[in-house]
Structures are given as C-alpha cells and as structure tokens.
C-alpha cells in the first residue's frame, strides 16, 4: 500500500470515528468561489413541471482529487433568502431560497397551453450564476414509472460495509464509480418499445447531483432520469424515500416498477408503497447486495443477482421488450425465469 493510499484509510477511519474532525481538516484549505446553483433533473407532465434545487453561498472549486472535491462538496455553505429565476420553456418564476438554501417552484404553462412531451432543458440563475438542467415532459401515454435506487442498485458502493461505504463516498465521483454490471442494459430494455418515466430516488446528497449525472451518463443509462436526492441532516437518516415516492406516484398516474437492493430499507419501504397504492405497483426487482437471510422481507417481490434473470423476468410480464432483452442478455431466456437466481415469492 503507497503513501497516498496509507492517507487516505487513515481519512476513512476517521470518518467512521471522528466526522467532525474530518471536515475540519479536509475543509481549511478549501478554495471559496463565486455561489452556484445546483438544479436537479426533474421529470413533468404537459401540464406542469415542479423543480428543485440548491443554491450554495460560497461554493467550493477546484480540488486535485476526488477527497477533497467530494468533501468540499458535502461542506459548501447554503444560502438562505437568495433570490432565484427559475424558467422553463418561456415560463419564470423568482423565489427564494430557504434556511438550508433548496428552493422548488411548479411551473404551469400559459393558460390553454401544455407543455410539449418530450426533453427538454430548464435554468435556475442567481446574482450571475446559472444552471441547466435536463426535464423530461412524460405525455400521458408513456407505459410505466419507474422508480429505482442508486448506491448498491445501480452504483456498487457497499452500503453494507462502513469502511468501503465512506470509501466510496469519497473517494470516488462520478468517472470512478463502479457501475452494477448490466442494470443500464435492463433499464434499457424497459424503455421500450415505448419510453417510461424514470426516476432516481436515492439517499445520496443533493450536493452530489452532478456525480451522479455524470455516473449514468458515462454508463449508458437510459437519458431523462428524474434526480430526487437526500437533504442531509438529523431529520434525514430515516424515512426520506417515502414521501419522495408518494409525491412522484400522485403526480404521475402510470403503473409503477420499483428497482432496489437488499443491503438496506428497500424491499421494506416498497412493501409499504405498495400497500399504499394498491394495484399501481406492477412489479419489484432487489438486487442481491446481502442481507437476505429473512425471505419475508421479499414477499412478491423478484430477488436477482444477476441483471439479466430480472429483465427476463420484465419480458415475460410484458414489462420489458423481449427482443431487447435477447439481444442484450444473450444467456438469458426472457420467456424463462431460472429459479435457482431470481427468487419472487408469493404476496
């Protein structure tokens, strides 16, 4: 193990052990910027597009490593009361931002009008500052919703294990991440023959928006994800998927497909958005990241390993497109679910 790699487990451990002093040290040195806007990619509908985003007093630049990007990140100064227009396809609004410097705002197009279906691109600008961001316009003909994790379902981060979970969160970024090998081809496949709505629903901090931007580009993931991230704070470590979830079933009235892994709350929290929407929920895939020793926790649900047994389980369910699913998982009946790796029990 070099120097630099002794350092950095030397920064982890202290991150399990000691966090305050980790941001102390790590943010000293850290190069203060003009402030910056940070605006999530957002899925909406014809007749109404909510956007959300942060807005940074004092945001940090520069950093020759992912460490320090990532904690100066985390540790940029919110700016409360600042004053920001939000526009979106000859629509604006100005509103200020609150005591933990987010700001959202639900953009209506002119009377009589809707907003055409389709990408499309939004911008938030503060005192010369400005951000774009992608929205997807989902017409109300798309087929499903789906709403998927990240860390441990589509990112490999080790939730499980304290030391690679702080080791991923800070030592890697949006290049560096390591992709759960074939879950872009499974999304991909759910996207046709005809486009879903996709949403991203994620414990990851909003401060890591274009991390994971840049993550689902780099690997493929299908374009025109919606970005719901976590606040971080006291009130946050719990219950912060739910109502994100809930918001996202009533504003859009699709049948839903809910992605997640085992390694924390998924097939809990999606047990109970289930039981919350009765029969909206059209199907639910966990990955296998461990911690599946109790089988009730699955109940109706699809346990896979493997990428390739849940899209061939969405093909046979007529989620998915069976030829897009031959082509991109050869091994992998879609008319055929093997048993011995994708487990679904009954409700």
Same mark, same amino acid.
């Given at each position: 193990m070099g120097s630099a790699q002794r350092c950095h487990r030397?920064?982890?451990?202290?991150?399990?052990?000691?966090?305050?002093?980790?941001?102390?040290?790590?943010?000293? *040195?850290?190069?203060?910027?003009?402030?910056?806007? $940070?605006?999530?990619?957002?899925?909406?509908?014809?007749?109404?597009?909510?956007?959300?985003?942060?807005?940074?007093?004092?945001?940090?630049?520069g950093g020759s490593t992912a460490l320090t990007r990532n904690v100066r990140r985390l540790t940029a100064s919110n700016w409360e009361g600042a004053r920001v227009e939000v526009s979106f396809q000859g629509v604006s609004v100005s509103v200020k931002s609150g005591h933990d410097g987010n700001f959202e705002v639900n953009l209506r197009p002119p009377e009589g009008q809707r907003?055409?279906?389709?990408? *499309?691109?939004?911008?938030?600008?503060?005192?010369?500052?400005?951000?774009?961001?992608?929205?997807?316009?989902?017409?109300?003909?798309?087929?499903?919703?789906?709403?998927?994790?990240?860390?441990?379902?589509?990112?490999?981060?080790? %939730?499980?294990?304290?030391?690679?979970?702080?080791?991923?969160?800070? $030592?890697?970024?949006?290049?560096?991440?390591?992709?759960?090998?074939?879950?872009?081809?499974?999304?991909?496949?759910?996207?046709?023959?005809? *486009?879903?709505?996709?949403a991203l629903v994620s414990g990851s901090p909003v401060q890591y928006l274009p991390r994971i931007r840049t993550f689902l580009e780099r690997h493929g993931f299908p374009a025109g994800f919606g970005l719901y991230l976590r606040d971080i704070g006291p009130g946050t470590l719990a219950g912060y998927k739910q109502p994100a979830i809930r918001r996202l079933l009533q504003q859009f009235p699709q049948p839903v497909v809910l992605v997640g892994d085992s390694g924390e709350k998924d097939p809990e929290v999606y047990a109970q958005i289930r039981d919350e929407f009765p029969g909206r929920v059209k199907a639910i895939y966990i990955r296998d990241a461990g911690r599946t020793e109790d089988p009730a926790r699955f109940q109706g649900m699809v346990l896979f390993k493997d990428p390739g047994d849940a899209a061939a389980h969405a093909a046979a369910e007529g989620l998915a497109d069976t030829?897009?699913?031959?082509?991109?998982?050869?091994? *992998?009946?879609?008319? @055929? %679910?093997?048993?011995?790796? @994708?487990?679904?029990?009954?409700?």
């Amino acid at each position: 193990m070099g120097s630099a790699q002794r350092c950095h487990r030397k920064i982890l451990l202290m991150a399990l052990n000691r966090p305050l002093a980790l941001l102390l040290l790590l943010t000293t *040195s850290a190069a203060l910027a003009e402030p910056a806007v $940070l605006l999530a990619p957002a899925l909406g509908r014809p007749d109404g597009v909510l956007l959300q985003g942060r807005v940074l007093k004092e945001a940090p630049s520069g950093g020759s490593t992912a460490l320090t990007r990532n904690v100066r990140r985390l540790t940029a100064s919110n700016w409360e009361g600042a004053r920001v227009e939000v526009s979106f396809q000859g629509v604006s609004v100005s509103v200020k931002s609150g005591h933990d410097g987010n700001f959202e705002v639900n953009l209506r197009p002119p009377e009589g009008q809707r907003f055409p279906a389709g990408a *499309s691109e939004a911008e938030a600008k503060v005192e010369g500052v400005r951000a774009r961001a992608p929205v997807e316009v989902i017409p109300d003909s798309a087929p499903l919703l789906v709403v998927s994790d990240f860390d441990d379902t589509v990112a490999v981060t080790n %939730v499980t294990s304290p030391v690679k979970l702080v080791e991923s969160a800070l $030592l890697k970024d949006g290049d560096t991440q390591a992709v759960v090998p074939g879950m872009a081809a499974f999304y991909g496949c759910l996207r046709k023959p005809t *486009s879903p709505a996709f949403a991203l629903v994620s414990g990851s901090p909003v401060q890591y928006l274009p991390r994971i931007r840049t993550f689902l580009e780099r690997h493929g993931f299908p374009a025109g994800f919606g970005l719901y991230l976590r606040d971080i704070g006291p009130g946050t470590l719990a219950g912060y998927k739910q109502p994100a979830i809930r918001r996202l079933l009533q504003q859009f009235p699709q049948p839903v497909v809910l992605v997640g892994d085992s390694g924390e709350k998924d097939p809990e929290v999606y047990a109970q958005i289930r039981d919350e929407f009765p029969g909206r929920v059209k199907a639910i895939y966990i990955r296998d990241a461990g911690r599946t020793e109790d089988p009730a926790r699955f109940q109706g649900m699809v346990l896979f390993k493997d990428p390739g047994d849940a899209a061939a389980h969405a093909a046979a369910e007529g989620l998915a497109d069976t030829a897009c699913v031959a082509a991109a998982f050869p091994k *992998s009946a879609p008319a @055929v %679910v093997p048993a011995a790796t @994708v487990k679904q029990t009954a409700p």
